[in-house]
């Protein structure tokens, strides 16, 4: 069943919000690799683009780091506002 995005947000920042709630749960553990763009594009059922869009937000909320030619990784564990702890 697709997925249901809420109304009046962007739906980049929607998923960006879903990935830093499962960083929090543990679901991508500090140091772990986060699955490939295309995986997720696949598991939210979006553009890559809207990945590539949400992915750049963790980075700039210091969530994740992208090393060239590999996978963003996870660097941070979010608090309250959704910032690095």
């Known amino acids: 069943m697709p997925r249901q995005?809420?109304?009046?947000?962007?739906?980049?920042?929607?998923?960006?919000?879903d990935i830093?709630?499962?960083?929090?749960?543990?679901?991508?553990p500090l140091?772990?690799?986060?699955?490939a763009e295309d995986d997720l594009a696949s598991e939210y059922a979006v553009a890559?683009?809207?990945?590539?869009?949400?992915?750049?937000?963790?980075?700039k909320r210091g969530l994740i780091q992208r090393l060239p030619g590999r996978r963003s990784?996870?660097?941070a564990m979010p608090g309250p506002e959704g910032l690095p702890r």
């Open 20 to 28: 830093s709630a499962r960083i929090a749960d543990g679901s991508y």
């Open 73 to 75: 990784a996870v660097i």
């Open 5 to 17: 995005w809420a109304a009046g947000d962007p739906v980049w920042r929607q998923v960006a919000n």
């Open 31 to 35: 140091g772990s690799p986060l699955p």
């Open 48 to 59: 890559r683009q809207t990945v590539r869009r949400a992915l750049r937000e963790l980075r």
